[in-house]
């Protein structure tokens, strides 16, 4: 097990040896004040020969960082918690390979930790691009709040009634380790929208901090579970939320997040529907109840809208 004082900084990387290196380039200048305190670690998810070539010999004359090479791919959550496993650190980050961070993260965030009591959870607030981060196309409306917050469980129902699954984006939320350990034995299975689980349990048992100025640019061209997209947004991320009214979560919450997914359309319910296991069908179908019923109708208006734009382009 890697010991570290405050900061793991953990990189899960597949098949974008390129971009990897980019991303450490920047660390290694980061890191350079904070090596007492802040280590790295990249975990190489068995990536191609050529990719996974590029990054060995980049290390070869690094020592700022940990080089993992998985002897197979574990998926993308499973590498997230081979190196979950491997730290034992007061704080653990995951970082994206492909996301860009500003000069400064570090030592903003290191002085988050030193000046507030414990925290359970840091919410990091991005901006999305695509292809040019000069042009952004996102930005996180975080409601005003701000800073320390000493009981964090409604801000993260606000913020997702807002902004929706923000807090899945692992490069900008950084966890207390020991707490995250202790949740990630309760996981009676593993799927991409973990890391959202991951947020609102921790914000529901200790203070959090949510840094409204940006540092983190989220690139959204290519997100490496785009192929997954129409099951974690149209169900997965749904019977997650459930899970957590054994989490001290209100079922009324519960509720309200459900049906917003649904009725801003970033999960298609007819989709769930036709597609999500029956057991999953029937947990969120008892969970809305009546709500349904406008749910319904808004899906089949966003379904025959998206007919309309897919016909009308091909004219």
Request: net charge positive; proline share 2%; with cysteine.
């Amino acid at each position: 097990m890697i010991k570290s004082n405050t900061i793991s900084i953990c990189i899960p990387t597949y098949n974008r040896s390129d971009l990897l290196i980019s991303q450490l380039n920047f660390w290694e200048k980061e890191i350079s004040y904070f090596k007492d305190s802040v280590e790295i670690i990249v975990a190489d998810n068995f990536s191609d020969k050529i990719h996974r070539e590029k990054i060995i010999k980049y290390k070869s004359d690094k020592d700022f960082f940990h080089l993992k090479l998985n002897e197979k791919n574990l998926g993308a959550i499973g590498n997230i918690y081979y190196l979950l496993d491997l730290v034992d650190s007061d704080y653990v980050w995951f970082v994206s390979d492909d996301d860009l961070l500003l000069g400064g993260i570090l030592k903003h965030l290191t002085e988050i930790i030193k000046n507030n009591k414990p925290l359970s959870y840091i919410f990091l607030k991005y901006n999305t691009f695509k292809n040019d981060p000069s042009k952004i196309t996102h930005s996180v409306n975080l409601l005003g709040y701000k800073n320390y917050i000493q009981k964090g469980k409604q801000c993260l129902v606000d913020l997702f009634l807002e902004n929706g699954e923000i807090n899945m984006f692992i490069t900008s939320c950084v966890y207390t380790t020991s707490q995250l350990k202790e949740f990630r034995k309760k996981r009676q299975k593993e799927t991409l929208m973990d890391p959202l689980l991951f947020s609102l349990k921790l914000s529901s048992v200790g203070p959090i901090y949510i840094e409204n100025e940006v540092f983190v640019l989220q690139r959204w061209d290519n997100p490496s579970w785009s192929n997954e997209g129409v099951a974690i947004f149209s169900w997965q991320v749904q019977e997650g939320l459930i899970e957590m009214i054994n989490h001290s979560y209100e079922k009324k919450d519960i509720k309200k997040m459900i049906g917003s997914s649904y009725l801003t359309n970033r999960g298609n319910y007819l989709r769930m529907l036709l597609k999500a296991p029956l057991k999953t069908k029937i947990k969120i179908m008892s969970v809305l109840g009546l709500l349904q019923l406008k749910i319904i109708f808004m899906s089949i208006f966003y379904n025959l809208k998206r007919l309309v734009q897919k016909l009308t382009n091909k004219n």
